[in-house]
């Protein structure tokens, strides 16, 4: 609670604040995070269970996302863990320049993200419980605390990429009908980011990027040609 206490006081300080409070309620309604009952706090004392850092970043300038919460679930104050870190592969996504070579090689352009991509690759329930999220219903003082599960991977995980990477090729690209849909997801994507260019516009019609991943619960935040 006392690593809360100073996140949120500090926000309180910068005057951010509503912006943080904003972002829980955005979890909740997402069903990202899941709140704990009183009989399930109380229960904490006899299962496994974790609380997680978490920050966050505001950035005025920017248009998609000014204000960013994000998680550490691999962090602990003290002792040590089995931080999800130590078993990634050194290269979990593609090279960045794939995306970037391909978007400026013809003169039809497409430019996607992926709206809460992370966020979209559900853990399990017992994982949930070593990913304790703390807040408080009355904060800046932080007097009556609030417990809340996260049930989704977050942005700030460290498995989160490979999380994504596998949620896409296992299944995303298996929905999708045609070869370039299945080219771009597979062999041009950059994590969330999705860039390609295509000759002529009857070529990108021939694109089912929207339908192929909204089949899986994932939204395109925006997709411009």
Request: with cysteine; charged share 20%.
């Amino acid at each position: 609670m006392g690593h809360s206490k100073k996140v949120i006081r500090r926000a309180h300080k910068q005057e951010s604040l509503p912006l943080l409070q904003e972002q829980v309620q955005k979890m909740l309604k997402k069903r990202c995070f899941e709140e704990l009952s009183k009989d399930d706090i109380i229960n904490l004392s006899s299962r496994p269970h974790q609380f997680t850092y978490f920050n966050w970043v505001h950035n005025p300038t920017s248009v998609s996302t000014p204000f960013r919460m994000i998680s550490n679930t691999s962090a602990v104050s003290n002792c040590t863990t089995m931080s999800t870190e130590q078993i990634l592969p050194a290269n979990v996504l593609h090279p960045q320049e794939n995306s970037l070579i391909r978007f400026a090689l013809y003169p039809v352009p497409l430019c996607g993200d992926i709206q809460g991509a992370y966020q979209t690759v559900e853990v399990d329930r017992m994982t949930s419980f070593l990913r304790l999220f703390s807040f408080f219903w009355d904060p800046p003082r932080c007097s009556q605390p609030r417990i809340f599960m996260q049930t989704s991977q977050s942005f700030g995980d460290t498995s989160a990429a490979k999380g994504l990477e596998i949620a896409i090729l296992k299944f995303v690209v298996a929905a999708a009908v045609y070869l370039v849909t299945k080219y771009i997801l597979e062999a041009v994507r950059y994590s969330d980011n999705i860039l390609y260019s295509f000759q002529t516009v009857k070529e990108y019609e021939d694109v089912d990027l929207q339908n192929s991943l909204s089949s899986y619960s994932m939204q395109l935040k925006y997709c411009i040609t």
